[in-house]
């Protein structure tokens, strides 16, 4: 429930970084992602998680994957925000839990009680109705519905826990994000850092 309302409140946030733009704003959340979650750690002096990691290839595989995906989704979702497709956005966020369910049901073989399944229905009906109401298909619902779907199905395989996960996302992104901002300050193009103090407040 935490994690919607943040989600929810997103769209109060993002149009104040403009006009900084979408891939900018993405870069940029990569690099302090990474320094908060460092940080994190930091206070909890927990590092010996590293050596196994690194240890675990296959698990390795798996966070470069979902670094790949949770891109896909962070910058659909600002970019939705940004220019003005909040509804579709939040309607990406409604049909997740149908996707997660059918992954679940589908690829990990959990099974559904009847009053969960009829839930289930009462809640693809809504989406039905929701997206014959928006006149269109709803193409960037969809995609932020099934990549964060994917995400957390591919997290599940890893078995790694939150703070750690995030920080070795973040650090294979640290570099093309850093590079992409390095490239928009020396072109002129970047607006963080041009804008003055409510681009960072």
């Known amino acids: 429930m935490a994690a919607y309302a943040m989600w929810g409140l997103f769209p109060l946030y993002w149009p104040l970084l403009k006009p900084a733009g979408a891939v900018e704003i993405l870069a940029h959340r990569m690099v302090w992602s990474l320094i908060t979650v460092v940080a994190v750690l930091a206070v909890r002096r927990y590092w010996s998680w590293i050596k ?15 670094a790949l995906i949770i891109t896909v989704n962070w910058g659909t979702y600002i970019y939705a925000v940004n220019t003005g497709h909040v509804v579709e956005a939040a309607l990406g966020y409604f049909i997740n839990p149908l996707v997660s369910v059918l992954f679940g049901v589908v690829l990990l073989r959990e099974r559904l009680r009847p009053l969960q399944w009829t839930a289930v229905g009462f809640g693809a009906l809504a989406v039905i109705v929701l997206t014959t109401n928006y006149g269109r ?14 995400y ?10 939150a703070a750690e996960s995030l920080t070795v996302e973040t650090l294979l992104l ?4 850093v590079a992409y ?21």
Request: aromatic share 10%.
């Open 174 to 177: 640290l570099v093309p994000a």
């Open 52 to 66: 196994e990691i690194v240890r675990q290839p296959r698990k390795l595989a798996l966070l470069a994957l979902a």
């Open 152 to 161: 957390g199905l591919i997290k599940k395989q890893a078995n790694v826990g």
């Open 137 to 150: 298909l709803p193409y960037l619902a969809l995609v932020l519905a099934f990549s964060f779907g994917l």
């Open 181 to 201: 901002i390095g490239f928009l300050e020396a072109s002129g193009q970047g607006r963080s850092w041009t804008w003055g103090r409510g681009t960072w407040c």
